[in-house]
């Protein structure tokens, strides 16, 4: 388990102090898939950084793994009432992997090198080592590059080099810093694939970092969203996607769901929103409990109104459905009105956008 309370971090720049965390709690189950998304500068490298302590909050509370509770005071990190020593955080940082955006690959190294480098202090023998790297690219696929140098490889083949360099000394915790931003769609999906694999073969905790919901969806069982250095949402990513809350939270799904074309259909002016005198334009969100059922034909027949479908979308959000739809409403304006409440009433998540009656 990965806890952090009330967790903050102010830089003190020529320009003026930036505060990168604020007040920030948070709780990681063991073997979950957990995503923090934020735009940049809403302090989520500053986080997963001082997760692994490379950066010292300046204050509060917690625990990685079986580092047992690290108070932070004033910057510095405490254990048991006591100043941690440096082989204390060295032996902390050990059981925390950590990929980054650019790979961060030794250049004139070999594969095999690469990924052998953190294992040499480790008091492993040769052929332990050799064992040890061998059994990484069989885990990442790349057992036939592993005499080759990182200039030979593509960037998705780079960043599954940087995966096995991570887990080189088996660690229980994987940190994950933007590490598909610099990939294209296809290598994003195969890495997304393979932190999954690994986290479902090894039961390893990883934390993503991310500005894109869509890596959210794809792979986190939780997320954090963060906005100027606060958490301003969190939940299962089910129940984000499903009922946001937090502005700044509609904002990122709105990038990863189709029904997000609303907003520039509407900016444009386009016909297919433009309302006549009485028609209601609403978006409808069918969760879980009300997928697959004939709720909307039973609304519309019940409350006698019309439905011209605009956009929709259904997917599957671990292991549950979850449906969208922007559509038209026409009828008679208490027709409307009770179609909308027979929604409602039925767990049908129903939000007006624009409103084309007369009052």
């Known amino acids: 388990m990965i806890t952090i309370r009330n967790m903050n971090k102010t830089f003190h720049l020529k320009s003026g102090d930036v505060e990168a965390l604020k007040d920030v709690s948070l709780d990681i189950r063991d073997g979950s898939v957990y995503g923090v998304i934020g735009y940049s500068g809403a302090g989520k490298s500053t986080l997963v950084r001082c997760l692994n302590l490379l950066e010292f909050p300046d204050s509060g509370t917690m625990t990685v793994g079986d580092s047992g509770e690290i108070k932070i005071v004033n910057g510095k990190p405490f254990k048991d009432g006591r100043l941690m020593t440096s082989k204390e955080l060295n032996v902390m940082r050990r059981g925390i992997g950590m990929i980054f955006q650019h790979f961060n690959l030794l250049d004139r190294s070999t594969v095999f090198n690469n990924i052998a480098y953190p294992l040499r202090h480790t008091g492993r023998s040769r052929a332990e080592i050799e064992a040890r790297v061998k059994e990484l690219l069989e885990l990442v696929g790349l057992t036939d590059k592993i005499d080759v140098y990182p200039s030979q490889l593509s960037g998705g083949q780079k960043q599954?080099?940087?995966?096995?360099?991570?887990?080189?000394?088996?660690?229980?915790?994987?940190?994950?810093?933007?590490?598909?931003?610099?990939?294209?769609?296809?290598?994003?999906?195969?890495?997304?694939?393979?932190?999954?694999?690994?986290?479902?073969?090894?039961?390893?905790?990883?934390?993503?970092?991310?500005?894109?919901?869509?890596?959210?969806?794809?792979?986190?069982?939780?997320?954090?969203?963060?906005?100027?250095?606060?958490?301003?949402?969190?939940?299962?990513?089910?129940?984000?996607?499903?009922?946001?809350?937090?502005?700044?939270?509609?904002?990122?799904?709105?990038?990863?769901?189709?029904?997000?074309?609303?907003?520039?259909?509407?900016?444009?002016?386009?016909?297919?929103?433009?309302?006549?005198?009485?028609?209601?334009?609403?978006?409808?969100?069918?969760?879980?409990?009300?997928?697959?059922?004939?709720?909307?034909?039973?609304?519309a027949r019940e409350c006698a109104f019309d439905l011209n479908v605009v956009l929709a979308n259904v997917e599957q959000l671990q292991g549950n459905p979850l449906g969208g739809m922007i559509g038209k409403l026409s009828g008679e304006e208490e027709n409307i009105r009770a179609g909308i409440e027979f929604l409602a009433k039925h767990h049908v998540v129903t939000e007006v956008i624009k409103d084309g009656r007369v009052h």
């Open 160 to 299: 599954r080099v940087a995966i096995a360099r991570a887990l080189a000394d088996n660690p229980k915790i994987l940190l994950s810093d933007e590490a598909t931003s610099a990939l294209d769609p296809d290598a994003t999906e195969s890495i997304l694939n393979l932190l999954k694999d690994l986290n479902d073969k090894l039961g390893i905790t990883i934390v993503i970092i991310t500005h894109e919901m869509a890596v959210i969806k794809t792979i986190a069982d939780r997320v954090a969203v963060m906005e100027e250095g606060s958490v301003a949402e969190e939940g299962s990513v089910y129940d984000i996607f499903a009922s946001p809350q937090a502005a700044i939270t509609k904002r990122f799904i709105s990038t990863a769901s189709p029904l997000g074309k609303i907003d520039k259909l509407i900016a444009e002016g386009s016909e297919l929103v433009r309302l006549a005198p009485g028609e209601v334009l609403v978006k409808l969100i069918f969760q879980k409990d009300c997928v697959g059922d004939h709720i909307l034909t039973t609304a």
